[in-house]
């Protein structure tokens, strides 16, 4: 099936079981928002895969110059790809509020929408000029009409909706999970056709794994806690695959089993990841393959609730066993 049929399908299902007008609505809402997205993304893998030639060269080997609200360099293609999201969500017309990396304030759309959008439009943008995989990740979350900016994050990740992302690696991959109870699906880019193809239904992650994710040279910076953790993952002999792009990071976990982790560390101490864009909706992903998602000993990331819209925080994603082991070391700790 192809996106557009999985997506008709669920919309229609869940149309079926909604108990009002607005619910219905909302919910055939949340389908167009979502192609509307993938039909982005698929635009913004076009950019990734043709890197270097004339026609796309100053959007992915150059930098605009500009300097974003997290203090990093913007690749012009990190620009862009926000350009392009923002364009099609407000063709697509049902979204309240847009929420995304590249913008320093939440951007108004619809004011009468019922649903908002958060994203991260191109993720691990500093791998984009050496050919590594990128990727563009999205959540949905539901507003009142007439809400206020601070609806979109200030609330917990629980409240997210559809979420996925998309990772433009060796192939165009998108990982959706639709509404709140939807399963997580892989659906592979088809060129020939111009659509994403459903190729992996109901993902369920590993309960554990052999492989490991993390920055190793903040090593010195973490607490004793994540060193002792980081250290037994060596002594049983686990693999360290580290790409430094969360979504080719996550989405290895996702299938593989393993772990994640961008924690804290002494001159980061709420991490380097941001909650609403980044942590929300791949925890979300990850919970719904059955996998955990902790920010600290016992807390889930998606209780945690944000006061900006750009809040950092650490994470800590991946296999059932191995995060519960991590979990087990904090609450153990003195
Ligand atoms: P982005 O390119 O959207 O700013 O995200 C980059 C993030 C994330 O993709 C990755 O996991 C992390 O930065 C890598 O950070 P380090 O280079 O500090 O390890
Ligand atoms: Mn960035
Ligand atoms: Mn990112
Ligand atoms: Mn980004």
Known sequence: ATLHEYLRARAADAVEASTSAREAEDCENEAAIVRALARTCAKIGRFVRRAGL?????????????????????????????????????????????????????????????????????????????GVGVGTIFGLVGVDENSAAASVYARPGNDMRSVG??????????????????????????????????????????????????????????????????????????????IGS?????????????????PADASNPNGKLRAVYECFPMSAIIERAGGLAISAADTRVLDFVPTSAHERMPIHVGSPADIERLSQMYRESP
């Not at 913008?103 to 691990?124: H, K, T, Y």
């Open 246 to 262: 969360m979504v080719a990071d996550v989405h290895r976990t996702l299938l593989y089993g393993g772990t994640f982790h961008y």
């Open 165 to 242: 992302y998309v990772m433009y690696g060796a192939s165009t991959i998108l990982v959706l999970s639709f509404m709140s109870t939807g399963a997580v699906c892989a659906f592979t880019y088809d060129e020939s056709l111009d659509a994403f193809v459903l190729t992996k239904a109901n993902i369920r992650i590993p309960t554990s794994g052999n492989v490991y994710s993390v920055n190793q040279a903040n090593y010195r910076k973490w607490d004793d806690v994540m060193r002792a953790y980081i250290d037994e993952c060596s002594k049983e002999k686990k693999s360290l695959r580290y």
């Open 54 to 130: 004339t026609d796309v060269k100053a959007y992915v080997e150059g930098k605009n110059g500009a300097v974003n609200v997290h203090g990093e360099e913007q690749a012009a293609l990190d620009d862009a790809a926000h350009e392009m999201c923002v364009e099609a969500l407000r063709e697509e017309g049902s979204s309240a509020w847009i929420a995304s990396e590249e913008s320093e304030d939440v951007v108004a759309a619809n004011p009468r929408g019922r649903i908002a959008v958060v994203f991260d439009p191109l993720d691990g943008s500093s791998n984009i000029e050496c």
